[in-house]
Nanobody, 115 residues
Framework: VQLVESGGGLVQTGGSLRLSCAAS????????LSWYRQGPGKERELVAT????????NYKESVKGRFTISRDNAKNTVYLQMNSLKPEDTAVYYC?????????WGQGTQVTVSS
């Protein structure tokens, strides 16, 4: 299993970013995927999850209405569209897969929101 995130960067408050996670090593469409984040001095937290077929998604309360998780099963890629970004969204964002009793992580991508 390999998960490779990209798309992070520095953005001003109110700005947008789209994160991507390219996946390989497993049958992509069979598995739900998640985005987590870990802010400075904070524990890692679940941000959003999407089912294998993409028909259902769930979000952390504080990002509802601002973030959208989606996937392209033809490209083996999951996305996180982040709008109306706030300084408290500053974190390293990780793509994650739970498969066969084990959680897999990408290397993370840094998102910094300046005030």
């Amino acid at each position: 299993v390999q998960l490779v995130e990209s798309g992070g960067g520095l953005v001003q408050t109110g700005g947008s970013l789209r994160l991507s996670c390219a996946a390989s090593g497993f049958t992509f469409s069979n598995y739900g995927l998640s985005w987590y984040r870990q802010g400075p001095g904070k524990e890692r937290e679940l941000v959003a999850t999407i089912t294998g077929a993409g028909g259902s998604d769930n979000y952390k309360e504080s990002v509802k209405g601002r973030f959208t998780i989606s996937r392209d099963n033809a490209k083996n890629t999951v996305y996180l569209q982040m709008n109306s970004l706030k300084p408290e969204d500053t974190a390293v964002y990780y793509c994650s897969l739970f498969k066969s009793g084990r959680r897999y992580w990408g290397q993370g991508t840094q998102v910094t929101v300046s005030s």
